[in-house]
């Protein structure tokens, strides 16, 4: 399975159209918030089987989690933007 995660992509649709190749060799696309509705925008041309969104704090169209937890072959992922769990000063509330 191949996932691509990406995030704060801010409007930038250019951006996002440039690496729509790259996307689309996924089968899993994250997006990890501050503006997750731009993946709206190119959702016709996706090809992934799943698309997850988290909450970011620029994050105000999309009803998104503020997390979300994942189990592909045994193994638990967490996705999150971090700012509610406070990474920028310590990775404590992630373990925790």
Same mark, same amino acid.
Do not use: Q
């Given at each position: 399975?191949? %996932?691509?995660?990406?995030s704060?992509?801010?409007?930038? %649709? +250019? *951006?996002?159209?440039?690496?729509?190749?790259? %996307? @689309?060799? /996924?089968?899993?696309?994250?997006? $990890?918030?501050?503006? @997750?509705?731009?993946?709206?925008?190119? #959702?016709? +041309?996706?090809?992934? #089987?799943?698309?997850? &969104?988290?909450?970011? @704090?620029?994050? &105000?169209? $999309?009803?998104?989690?503020? &997390?979300?937890? #994942?189990?592909?072959?045994? *193994? #638990?992922?967490?996705?999150?933007?971090?700012?509610?769990?406070?990474?920028? /000063? /310590?990775?404590? +509330?992630?373990l &925790?």
């Open positions: 399975m191949r %996932i691509i995660v990406i704060d992509t801010h409007h930038d %649709i +250019d *951006a996002l159209r440039r690496i729509l190749p790259i %996307i @689309n060799e /996924s089968d899993v696309l994250v997006h $990890l918030g501050d503006c @997750n509705d731009d993946i709206l925008k190119i #959702k016709p +041309d996706l090809k992934v #089987k799943e698309i997850i &969104y988290a909450r970011g @704090n620029c994050d &105000y169209v $999309l009803k998104s989690p503020a &997390y979300v937890i #994942k189990e592909w072959g045994g *193994a #638990k992922f967490l996705f999150t933007h971090g700012h509610g769990f406070r990474v920028n /000063s /310590s990775l404590l +509330d992630l &925790y």
